[in-house]
């Protein structure tokens, strides 16, 4: 017998596409529950709500909810609901994210926030976040009532703990990676999880897909985090050196300014406490990331968790499912390429 | 057979008193919950929550749900988790509110917005509310889950709408019903539900207990919307004249602006629309609003919810648990005299 080894690919150019089409029918009815449930008698709110949701999103977190469900063969439909659940989760962070981040773009569009202001940003999250929770009663599980309100507080220890990390200098890779999984990586893996709920698996697949779920999303924000230091704005549809301005620390700079020179961490020092945002500086700060090669290490490290998301689908039968996930884990970590 | 009618009494002095030693033993199991589900490995977490927890509020919310408990002779303790739940889903609530506000006074304390910054704020009211919901999903009933979910969308719709509604000097009151019943009294019903849910009662006493927290939750908004053009800002530990300054169009304002001349009106409309926020004007609007028997009638109004909040109590047996939910009324009709 011959072992099937799903090896991450790094030179080919993989793509998104197989997983979308995968649940193409599928995220018609999650986006049809969306349009249905961000309705409200309150006109502002389907308005900025909908500026998000329909503003070209991957439906990231849904599509893994729908993949993961086609990989266990579930025939029923109660996963639209969850999927739209996630998604809403997903949009209340985001929501809230931009206010406190201050951000103007998101996308390649202008935040909610700054076209509506951080009060309805804040109220409107708000409203989502209550909506999600009504959508997962309706489906009654308290299996998957009881993962989802976990990650989202899981959610919002991270979003506290990364703010109360910005513009410490002295941050490091654990505490980073423990930031990142839970802002990022709970959320992927709960989506992924609660298919395994809905379609009656054992543990043993319900926590072999939240181990691939929570890998990819810690390979995700680590690419992203390494963007922000390599691209211009219009790869992401956001202003690069956002996190450098912030202050935020993110692998680059953990990397940069570990590996740096005493002039290096002097310019690390002052830049990440909020005295060096300049243009110039954010040249520099790339230059330095770079010659440190703190964003290779960064995605380095993206195709660690990449190949340890792959390798916990290892149980699950070969198929269209499984090669969708997979090539979705290495699109993730290829995109900074 | 004799009736037995609890009249509204205005002329004593009633007191929360005895709710607060009716409902004296469950509050500390409940403050004990609420002290061990609010910590968090983040320390801000506990640091900015506690500082509101602790912080001199009368716990009305999750006092009624001890209180209707008892009125219903429940003999469990399930109550003490979900009242705790209902205290994190009110303390997010106030959290985001002081955010949206900009408040810099609460309970007489500085606001935690203005100590941590809105960030922490918002993302700490995130927390608590996925905080509430993982105590409601340990409790396990989907019913309390479903009535408790659907209030906290109920309540963001009614901030939104709030919102909106500022500076919109042609409000009505039909609309600002809508709000004060979305924004507040939405919890004070689903706060006297939830207890009838866990006693295991028929739907018509959910409904009666229901009807009792929302028209006191109407009655206590009124007059907190009185209260600030009758009094200084020790009274209720925040700055009189607030809800003037912020443009928000409470009942005593629609009822002067009603009720006014046209230079009355002008004012209005010059000082709803912000251009009108000095202390001299905030003087003339309470004069113009005492003028106007405006607070007097809002006061009136708050009476007739009072009087229905008792009377959804009718179909209880009397005693101890009932004599304190009718004080508990007459407590909070009373407290602009």
Same mark, same amino acid.
């Given at each position: ?11 080919? /150019? ?7 089409? #995968?649940? =193409? ?6 986006? +049809?529950?969306?349009?249905? *449930?961000? +309705? ?10 909908? &500026? ?26 109660? &996963?639209?609901?969850?999927? =739209?659940?996630?998604?809403?989760? &997903? ?13 103007? #773009? ?38 998957? #009532?009881?993962?989802?309100? &976990?990650?989202?507080?899981?959610? =919002? ?9 910005? *513009?410490?200098? /002295?941050?490091?890779?654990? *505490? ?5 999984? !839970? ?5 992927? %893996? ?10 009656? *698996? ?43 301005? /912030? ?8 990397? =940069? ?51 340890? %998301? ?17 090539? !979705?884990? /290495? ?7």
């Amino acid at each position: 017998m011959t072992a099937t080894i799903h090896r991450l690919r790094t030179g080919a /150019e993989p793509s998104l596409n197989p997983m979308i089409a #995968l649940v =193409a029918a599928d995220m018609n009815a999650v986006n +049809q529950v969306i349009l249905d *449930r961000m +309705q409200s008698e309150i006109p502002l709110i389907p308005e900025l709500a909908g &500026h998000l949701i329909a503003g070209g999103g991957k439906r990231m977190r849904p599509m893994l909810t729908l993949a993961s469900a086609r990989l266990l063969d579930y025939g029923g439909n109660r &996963h639209h609901k969850l999927a =739209a659940a996630v998604e809403f989760i &997903h949009t209340a962070t985001l929501l809230h994210d931009d206010v406190v981040d201050g951000s103007d #773009l998101r996308r390649g569009k202008r935040t909610a926030n700054i076209i509506w202001g951080n009060p309805a940003s804040v109220l409107v999250g708000d409203f989502l976040f209550s909506r999600s929770f009504e959508l997962m009663v309706e489906d009654g599980s308290l299996k998957v #009532l009881k993962i989802l309100s &976990h990650a989202s507080a899981v959610i =919002a220890e991270g979003e506290v703990n990364q703010l109360t990390a910005t *513009r410490q200098v /002295e941050l490091g890779e654990d *505490r980073y990676l423990d930031i990142i999984g !839970a802002k990022t990586a709970a959320l992927f %893996a709960a989506a992924c999880r609660i298919a395994a709920v809905v379609a009656e *698996r054992p543990e043993g697949e319900e926590a072999a897909l939240d181990a691939y779920g929570r890998n990819l999303g810690i390979a995700f924000q680590l690419v992203d985090d390494a963007i922000d230091y390599t691209s211009d704005a219009g790869t992401m549809g956001k202003d690069a050196g956002d996190d450098f301005r /912030e202050g935020k620390m993110t692998l680059p700079v953990i990397l =940069a300014y570990a590996r740096g020179d005493e002039e290096a961490r002097r310019f690390w020092r002052d830049a990440i406490a909020g005295r060096r945002a300049s243009d110039a500086d954010f040249a520099e700060a790339v230059r330095l990331v770079q010659a440190s090669r703190s964003v290779d290490d960064t995605l380095a490290r993206a195709r660690h968790y990449g190949q340890r %998301a792959i390798d916990a689908l290892g149980a699950f039968a070969n198929g269209k499912a499984k090669d969708a996930m997979v090539e !979705a884990v /290495e699109f993730a970590v290829a995109r900074a390429y």
